[in-house]
């Protein structure tokens, strides 16, 4: 074939290519985020537009103050993102985005702008004056039948599998509220619930496979904001568990994704190290670093690499669209550490832009209160990094407790570990816990010693930080590995269940016990401010017994924590006299027992005593 005949042929071929092109059909099925507001104080916005073929068109948007700033496409023609700026002066409103081919209009989205709320500014949306009450919704209440199984998710209700959906939903949470209330906690922490369609051990929630939507297991995106505003109406909160690390084998975009590095991807599975030090190590390898924060959780759980600047801007802005849309007062970010620590600390910066005052907590598994410094300091690290979070999940502390309450266990271990507070930013902003989703139960892990279980749950909810119990503890529900055992139905949640435990009459009598032990301790708590916000003044344990106290102005509580087998009679107080001074008497806050001087004490065997000291 000559040159000649060669050319004419490459032309035909684009020729074809271009009318090719022209006869292809556009099919929109997203544009994320669905909606936003105007009067945010960012007036960037990114739209991830997703349908086949669409970066061959151009969207066109005529609204005032909406400016296409520019359009990017990616290696994937079913992508593009339009950047967009929303002007100060924008008004609420509709506008059609119009996808062009030339003079063609070839599809169209409506878009809505609404107004953002106006906040109040009291200070930090969540602070130590709050409780946390975390619920696994599959596990907690069956509101609505209706939902257990529906026709848009694989998986099925089955609650012989306890690693299968058991049905509880959005709606049984709201009607358990005044459990919930009536027990003194204030704020709500649900594990995810949006949409986890996956074949298998969905229920968990961490597997997302819609990042804007409900799993319809639970309800609907409706329901969560209801659910949130009767919270409100009650005077309670609610905080969101949201996930960058990752997301679920099921998600729509793992069939079609908008890049290769959309995911951090290995030759073959290669699962993450777990080994949280690596982000903070400053003597860290490449290879460690990268198999830690690239790994990923397990084979359902693809990793998300946010080092994508698209990807992580979709995941900030779907973040700031639930605290808008649903009116959240904190978030919960699952696995802090593992995704871009950068991205990380600049999702942190851009809420604060939007919420100054809004509570984040980032979840931080680290066993040392030096590894966990790095997450939650005040200005930047060593190697420079700014982590921006101001409050983390304080494992060092759950960990001494457990010691402490075990068995042969010391309350040294506590004193030595809030000892060492001065490596954080702010101690006191601190999630404290003595139990959660992802460890066995607290009854469980403490022997089932109802002693035992009584003083962490007395020590936790007046040291220093924001106290969060896991739903059950308070009744003694037990259970250790694997996650379907420790996370079992709360009884009385499901219409068949043999007894009620949300009702007294339901509950046994050990499991009443130990409810009104906390709910004594909730109820005078929630007017102690100096609990909230007070100076801890804590003593060196003797005998294994823990003295600390709390103080704000006039008001000083006392604790004694006897973690002892035998009993203390006439136990001197003279050497907590520094902090006694100005105080001559006392009610102890569980017993309502009268000391009418402060001199010498008894203390009954792994006992705690919470006095409320008087002038």
């Known amino acids: 074939m000559n040159t000649k005949n060669r050319i004419i042929l490459i032309c035909l071929a684009l020729c074809f290519t271009v009318l090719n092109l022209q006869g292809q059909s556009i099919q929109l099925e997203r544009v994320e985020p669905p909606s936003w507001w105007v009067g945010m104080e960012s007036s960037s916005l990114q739209l991830l537009v997703y349908g086949e073929n669409i970066s061959f068109s151009t969207p066109m948007i005529n609204y005032p103050g909406v400016e296409v700033k520019s359009v990017v496409k990616l290696e994937n023609p079913n992508y593009l993102f339009v950047n967009l700026n929303i002007s100060a002066e924008t008004q609420p409103g509709s506008f059609e985005i119009i996808f062009m081919k030339g003079k063609k209009r070839l599809t169209s989205f409506q878009y809505q702008l609404e107004q953002k709320n106006n906040r109040s500014s009291n200070g930090q949306t969540v602070d130590g004056a709050d409780v946390f009450y975390l619920i696994t919704p599959d596990r907690f209440a069956n509101g609505n039948k209706g939902n257990d199984s529906t026709d848009d998710t694989i998986e099925k209700v089955n609650r012989d599998d306890m690693h299968g959906r058991h049905g509880g939903d959005l709606k049984g949470v709201e009607d358990h509220l005044d459990y919930v209330q009536e027990l003194g906690a204030t704020t709500l922490w649900l594990n995810p619930f949006l949409e986890n369609d996956q074949p298998a051990y969905s229920y968990h929630g961490y597997g997302i496979s819609d990042f804007y939507r409900t799993d319809s297991r639970f309800g609907s995106n409706e329901d969560f904001k209801n659910l949130t505003k009767v919270c409100h109406v009650r005077g309670m909160k609610m905080i969101m568990d949201q996930v960058f690390n990752h997301c679920g084998a099921g998600h729509w975009w793992m069939n079609d994704l908008p890049a290769r590095d959309w995911l951090n991807q290995w030759d073959t599975f290669t699962r993450s190290s777990f080994t949280n030090v690596a982000a903070s190590d400053p003597h860290v390898s ?197 996650d379907g055992v420790l996370r079992k139905d709360f009884p009385g949640g499901w219409k068949s269940d043999k007894r009620n435990a949300f009702s007294k009459e339901g509950r046994t009598v050990e499991e009443n016990e130990l409810y009104t032990y906390v709910n004594n301790i909730l109820k005078w708590r929630k007017n102690a401010e100096e609990i909230h916000e007070g100076r801890l003044i804590h003593f060196q344990p003797y005998d294994n017994v823990y003295v600390y106290f709390r103080s704000l102005g006039d008001k000083r509580t006392m604790v004694i924590i006897n973690n002892n087998n035998r009993k203390f009679e006439k136990y001197n107080l003279a050497r907590f006299n520094e902090a006694l001074e100005g105080y001559r008497s006392g009610t102890d806050v569980i017993t309502k027992s009268n000391y009418l001087t402060l001199g010498y004490i008894d203390i009954e065997p792994n006992t705690a005593l919470i006095i409320e000291l008087k002038k």
């Open 286 to 482: 490449l290879s460690d670093y990268d198999l830690f924060t690239k790994g990923w959780f397990d084979v359902n759980l693809p990793d998300l690499n946010l080092q994508n600047e698209f990807l992580a801007t979709y995941l900030i802005q779907n973040s700031i669209w639930w605290v808008e849309y649903a009116q959240l007062d904190g978030i919960r970010m699952d696995t802090y550490p593992y995704p871009d620590k950068q991205v990380m600390a600049d999702w942190v910066k851009r809420v604060k832009l939007e919420y100054p005052d809004f509570y984040i907590v980032a979840e931080t598994w680290e066993s040392k209160a030096s590894s966990l410094s790095y997450w939650n300091r005040i200005g930047s690290n060593a190697d420079g990094y700014d982590p921006q979070i101001n409050s983390v999940c304080d494992y060092p502390l759950y960990y001494a407790m457990l010691k402490a309450f075990g068995e042969d266990g010391n309350v040294y271990k506590l004193y030595e570990t809030l000892a060492e507070d001065f490596v954080y930013g702010n101690a006191s902003n601190n999630k404290i816990f003595n139990g959660n989703h992802d460890v066995p139960r607290l009854y469980t892990l403490l022997g089932e010693n109802m002693s035992k279980v009584k003083l962490s749950m007395a020590f936790t909810l007046t040291t220093r930080g924001i106290p969060q119990l896991y739903y059950g503890d308070e009744i003694l529900l037990a259970g250790n590995k694997p």
